[in-house]
């Protein structure tokens, strides 16, 4: 009975002195905890990366020869194939968008580039222009100073030149360091995948080791509901992208738009992001189609606006909300108060850890009635 309260006693102690340290030194500690958190992002990159192939990944294993699953070879080959399989499917569906996307916008650059030195040439030979600027509106600069004008001009050009050159390298260092983050991302999420199961085992291992039964099994349930929440979440959004990209193509052709294709695969691309995403793909597609009529990209916002009701009142609680088990109601209300904390991450995090709390909660509500 002593040695269990002298364990009690240190534990408590330990506890109100690393409490101490936390108050005394909040801001260096805050400090080395942002600057660890920076440190491991790219792990959290690749872990996030690892996340979502695995999803393509699971699929692939349960129909890469399921009746040949007993030879040898195609159980040492399922893991890397599927792996393989589930980044080049990644890569093809960024492909296809940016075929579909970049050579309509590099048209539509072109096309303004042409359509601009007219513009202006019409603008200037305009009556409120000529009447703006007279004819003998230079007269009034004969006595100017010009050669001290472009002294002047040269000295803000150098200086120009010296803070445009910090920009440029800090251009190119922060364009480095996202290629080197990335490339450790990959290879991270590559480790992560090829050692799924003995991830999973090791953590199993950990928690059965050092936490009491219960709460490894809570913790572990805990888990178990956030995945699954997840996992159905990112299904069911990328099925809601789908669906409000053809909608869009559909309605563009329709109504007899410019760049169909190319616009409604944009929508259809940012609306992963939560509820405001399609207004992204809005936007650009706005300006594409203002090259080409201005009646027409008014008509398509007006469109968009009445689409983007639609998919956010009507298709996204229902596809996703039903996907994970959430009411429509509080999918609203978890897209809001997460875009409002945290932004775009917010939006993407809020409805599945809603759906988690959401479920965890009922079944707690649910156990409690039964007793």
């Known amino acids: 009975m002593s040695e269990i309260k002298w364990k009690n006693c240190f534990r408590v102690g330990v506890s109100i002195f690393v409490l101490f340290l936390c108050c005394t030194y909040w801001k260096t500690a805050a400090g080395f905890l942002a600057k660890l958190l920076s440190a491991a992002t790219p792990l959290f990159i690749g872990l996030a990366i690892a996340y979502v192939l695995n999803i393509l990944m699971s699929f692939y294993e349960r129909h890469y020869f399921t009746s040949k699953s007993e030879k040898q070879i195609v159980k040492k080959s399922r893991r890397p194939?599927?792996?393989?399989?589930?980044?080049?499917?990644?890569?093809?569906?960024?492909?296809?968008?940016?075929?579909?996307v970049i050579p309509e916008l590099v048209s539509c650059v072109q096309l303004l580039v042409a359509e601009i030195p007219p513009a202006i040439e019409k603008l200037l030979e305009s009556g409120w222009v000529q009447e703006l600027f007279p004819e003998n509106f230079l007269d009034k600069y004969e006595n100017v100073d010009w050669s001290g004008l472009m002294e002047k001009a040269i000295q803000l050009f150098r200086?120009?030149?010296?803070?445009?050159?910090?920009?440029?390298?800090?251009?190119v260092s922060s364009a480095v360091s996202a290629i080197v983050t990335t490339f450790i991302s990959i290879?991270?999420?590559?480790?992560?995948?090829?050692g799924r199961d003995d991830l999973q085992r090791q953590t199993k291992k950990l928690m059965?080791?050092?936490?009491?039964e219960k709460w490894e099994k809570r913790i572990g349930h805990w888990m178990s509901v956030l995945n699954d929440c997840f996992h159905r979440y990112i299904v069911g959004q990328c099925t809601e992208a789908v669906i409000?990209?053809?909608?869009?193509?559909?309605g563009m052709l329709i109504c007899q738009?410019?760049?169909a294709a190319m616009i409604g695969t944009l929508i259809g691309f940012t609306a992963l992001i939560p509820v405001a995403g399609a207004y992204i793909g809005a936007g650009v597609g706005a300006?594409?189609?203002?090259t080409q009529s201005p009646l027409k990209a008014v008509l398509f916002l007006v469109f968009i606006v009445v689409l983007q009701q639609l998919e956010g009142n009507l298709i996204y609680p229902r596809v996703?909300?039903?996907?994970?088990?959430?009411?429509?109601?509080?999918?609203?209300?978890?897209?809001?108060?997460?875009?409002?904390?945290?932004?775009?991450?917010?939006?993407?995090?809020?409805?599945?850890?809603?759906?988690?709390?959401?479920?965890?909660?009922?079944?707690?509500?649910?156990?409690?009635e039964e007793k």
Do not use: Q
């Open 187 to 194: 290879i991270f999420a590559i480790y992560m995948m090829s």
């Open 159 to 171: 200086s120009g030149i010296s803070s445009a050159t910090g920009a440029v390298v800090n251009v």
């Open 257 to 259: 738009f410019p760049y």
């Open 208 to 212: 059965k080791h050092y936490l009491p």
């Open 287 to 290: 300006i594409m189609i203002l």
């Open 320 to 368: 996703v909300g039903k996907s994970i088990g959430l009411p429509a109601i509080w999918v609203l209300a978890a897209v809001t108060i997460g875009g409002s904390l945290m932004g775009i991450m917010g939006m993407l995090l809020g409805v599945p850890l809603a759906a988690a709390l959401y479920r965890l909660i009922r079944e707690d509500v649910n156990r409690t």
């Open 244 to 250: 409000l990209g053809v909608l869009c193509i559909v």
């Open 81 to 100: 194939v599927c792996m393989f399989a589930s980044f080049l499917t990644l890569c093809l569906i960024f492909l296809l968008v940016i075929r579909l």
